[in-house]
């Protein structure tokens, strides 16, 4: 069955980076948009990024644009969120979820905290 | 940006029907989804193209987007059905969500 499996939270200083993880099963990455979408302590979700199912298009959303970077890896069949100058506004839930055309997100992961504090 | 209003509460009784809006503009044209989201617990799909049920999800839950305004509609709502409840608009393959609303089932 489809699964998707997020890692790599934790607790970062202001301005260091991180490297989310979120490993697939039951489903080839390479064959669908994925995206990252956020939740902050007691707030809303928040969409993050997307990278299209053959990978020649990433978008961003503007509170993360030339910070962040989508990427994947077919041979491990995973989807990674690199963050750069981390700030405390970036604390949260992060979400990894799969995209089908026309449809939305149908599977997420179960999330990972990511805690910016000095 | 493009924005998504939702209103931050909603109050429904056991068995009555529930309404959460959620607005933008020219909503009607964009394709919209819905989710639920129960606490600690990741979102899931109710509503795609903005009326579409997933396969799994109780047919008490229904949509319609049309205008600026995007509802979701919980026919005999049960206690089961208190959560956080997302609107989301697509542009291409980005997306944006609503800021939520919160239904309770007094």
């Known amino acids: 069955q489809v699964q998707l499996v997020e890692s790599g939270g934790g607790v970062v200083q202001p301005g260091r980076s991180l490297r989310l993880s979120c490993a697939a099963s039951g489903f080839t990455v390479s064959s669908f948009t994925m995206h990252w979408v956020r939740q902050a302590p007691g707030k809303g979700l928040e969409w993050v990024a997307v990278?299209?199912?053959?990978?020649?298009?990433?978008y961003y959303a503007d509170s993360v644009k030339g910070r962040f970077t989508i990427s994947r890896d077919s041979s491990k069949n995973t989807l990674y969120l690199q963050m750069n100058s981390l700030r405390p506004e970036d604390a949260a839930v992060y979400y990894c979820a799969r995209d089908v055309t026309e449809i939305g997100n149908d599977y997420w992961g179960q999330g990972t905290l990511v805690t910016v504090s000095s | 940006s493009y924005d998504l209003t939702q209103p931050p509460s909603v109050s429904v009784s056991p068995g009555q029907t529930a309404s959460i809006t959620c607005s933008g503009d020219?909503?009607?044209?964009?394709?919209v989804c819905w989710y639920q989201q129960r606490p600690g617990q990741s979102p899931v799909l109710l509503i795609y193209?903005?009326?579409k049920r997933p396969s799994g999800i109780p047919e008490r839950f229904s949509g319609s987007n049309s205008g600026n305004t995007a509802t979701l509609t919980i026919s005999g709502t049960q206690a089961m059905d208190e959560a956080d409840y997302y609107c989301q608009a697509w542009d291409s393959i980005t997306a944006v969500f609503g800021g939520g609303t919160t239904l309770t089932v007094l």
């Open positions: 020219k909503l009607g044209n964009k394709y």
């Open positions: 193209q903005g009326s």
């Open positions: 990278i299209s199912y053959d990978g020649s298009n990433k």
